[in-house]
Each structure stands twice: as C-alpha cells, then as structure tokens.
C-alpha cells in the first residue's frame, strides 16, 4: 500500500492487516506510528528504480501515494503523472498481478449536480490534480490491455466516517466501505479493467456505480444518517456559486475565471 502515511493509509493500516497480514506499506516518510510488526519500504513514486525495489516480491498493490489535492504543476506532475505512471511500469516488471489505483471524483467534477453519471461519460476534470488522476486511469487501462495486469480504479469522494457538509453526504465514502472496494479490486475474479465510484450508500449520489454493485460491493456507510451534523456543517459556510453547482465543488471555483453565465452544463 502506498501512501501509507497518508490520511486514508493511516485509517487502512487499522483496517487491513486481519484481511492482508502480509500487508507492506510504503510512502515518502514511514507513519509516525509505525509499529515493529508492519512492514515499510520507502520510496519516492518520482524514482522509478525506488518504486521497482518495493514491488519486490507483491502480488497486489493499493496506490493510494501521491499529491492529494490542487497543487502547482510541478508537484503534480512528478507526484501523479510520472508516479502513477511508474508505479505502472514497476508493477509490470516485477510480475505483479493487481492494482487498484485511487481515483478521484475530481476526474468528473465540471458534472453539474443536476446531472447523474456513470463511468461511461467523458471525463471533465476540475483541477491539474483532477487530470492527473484521468491520467492514472488512462495507464491503468493501458497496462490491463496491453499487459494483462488487472486494474481498478476507485474514484474516492470523500473518505473519512462522517460527510462533512451538504456536498458530502453526496460523495462520502466510510472507510469500511473503501476496504470493500479494495477487497473486490484485489480479489475479484472478473477484474480486468474496472472503474467503480468510491462512496457509500448515499441516497443524494450523483453517480451510477451499479458496476461495484455487480460486483459484490454492499456498502454499510449510509451519509443521511449524519444529515444533521452535515447540513449544520455547511450553514456555516459561504456560499459559492461556481462551487455550489458543479459535482467537484472548491476545486472548480479555484483560479475559476470563465464567464459563470456560459458554464458546461449538460442536461
Ligand atoms: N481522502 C479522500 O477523500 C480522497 C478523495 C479522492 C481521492 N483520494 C486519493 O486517495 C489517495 C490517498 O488520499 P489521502 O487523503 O490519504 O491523501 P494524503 O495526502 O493524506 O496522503 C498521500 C500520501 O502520499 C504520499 N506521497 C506524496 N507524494 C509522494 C511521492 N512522490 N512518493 C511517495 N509518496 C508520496 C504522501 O507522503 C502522503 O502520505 C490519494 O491518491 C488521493 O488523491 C483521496
């Protein structure tokens, strides 16, 4: 698992080791809890030869290592474009079977809220982070087809145990429900190339993910359960017309400078 230090790696490295006790975890710097049983390698997804050295010997890989959110290109790039990419490029030549690669919603976020899509629609990132992740999805189509790696790619909304505002209780994801995901990633017999949603029960979605559905997800997170909390959450906030149209919400208005009259909004 990379990005083990992260936010969402912190919450795994809880939930994984009963599933994966083999688990091998990696990022820039170990966790600042590691413990003696865990298992880490670091590696800078930058360093091709560095990400080779901890595919050693994996038969799975869970990418969740990488630039988290808008960030000048430079970053980006050498974080998500060139680490995805040689993440990939490891995972072929060290003989590893699966990836599942930690998509985002911000691949779709012009969608406008109005609108209800799958993963059959073109992809209107919001942000250069949300094109680096249609990038990571495009390799990891590439290396499925061309390589025969099996590959999903969950497009997270927003991972944590409770939504946080009105626009999460659209795209939460409860963290119980990602290991699902994973599970079905890694294990899956029938995976080849699968891009599945990364959210929970959430009666507001604006996403079709009947694929994950099909392939056995059951979420148990349910976002209207924290209504409450949410909605008193987002009174606090100021409004943003741009932010509160589009699927993808601050990552579309920020450096948003087209004329708001005129914006992409399909029926
Ligand atoms: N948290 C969410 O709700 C959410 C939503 C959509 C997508 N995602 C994706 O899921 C993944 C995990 O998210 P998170 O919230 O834990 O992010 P995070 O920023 O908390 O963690 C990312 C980790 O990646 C590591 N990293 C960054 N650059 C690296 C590099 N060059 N080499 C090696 N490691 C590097 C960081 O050190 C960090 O520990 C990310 O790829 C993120 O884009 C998360």
């Known amino acids: 698992m990379t990005g083990a230090s992260g936010g969402v790696g912190t919450r795994l490295r809880e939930l994984l080791p009963a599933i994966y006790p083999d688990l091998v975890l990696s990022d820039l710097t170990p966790p600042a809890n ?9 590696a800078d997804l ?9 595919c050693e010997g994996v038969d799975g890989i869970l990418h969740f290592g990488g630039f988290s959110v808008e960030g000048p290109w430079d970053t980006i ?5 060139i680490g995805t990419y040689n993440l990939f490029e490891a995972a072929r030549k060290k003989g590893v079977k699966r990836v599942v690669f930690a998509s985002s919603n911000h691949t779709m976020g012009f969608y406008p809220r109005h609108s209800r899509i799958g993963t059959d629609v073109t992809a209107r990132p919001d942000s250069r982070y949300g094109v680096s992740k249609v990038f990571g999805e495009a390799v990891g189509a590439l290396y499925a087809d061309k390589h025969g790696l099996s590959v999903t790619c969950v497009r997270i909304g ?3 145990d409770q939504p946080l505002d009105q626009r999460r209780l659209s795209i939460w994801l409860k963290p119980e429900d990602l290991v699902q995901l994973c599970r079905i990633g890694l294990e899956h017999p029938d995976i080849h190339f699968e891009v599945l949603y990364g959210a929970s029960y959430n009666e507001r979605a604006w996403w079709d993910n009947s694929r994950a559905y099909e392939l056995g997800y059951r979420p148990i997170g349910r976002a209207e359960d924290h209504r409450a909390h949410a909605m008193a959450e987002q009174a606090k906030m100021p409004a943003d017309p741009v932010a509160d149209f589009y699927q993808g919400g601050a990552f579309c208005s920020l450096e948003f400078d087209a004329d708001q009259n005129s914006v992409w909004a399909p029926e």
């Not at 590691?34 to 670091?42: A, D, H, P, T, V």
């Open 34 to 42: 590691l413990s003696s049983k865990e298992n880490f390698r670091q």
């Open 46 to 54: 930058a360093d091709l030869a560095s990400v080779e050295a901890i």
């Open 77 to 81: 790039l050498q974080a998500n474009i």
């Open 158 to 160: 927003n991972f944590g």
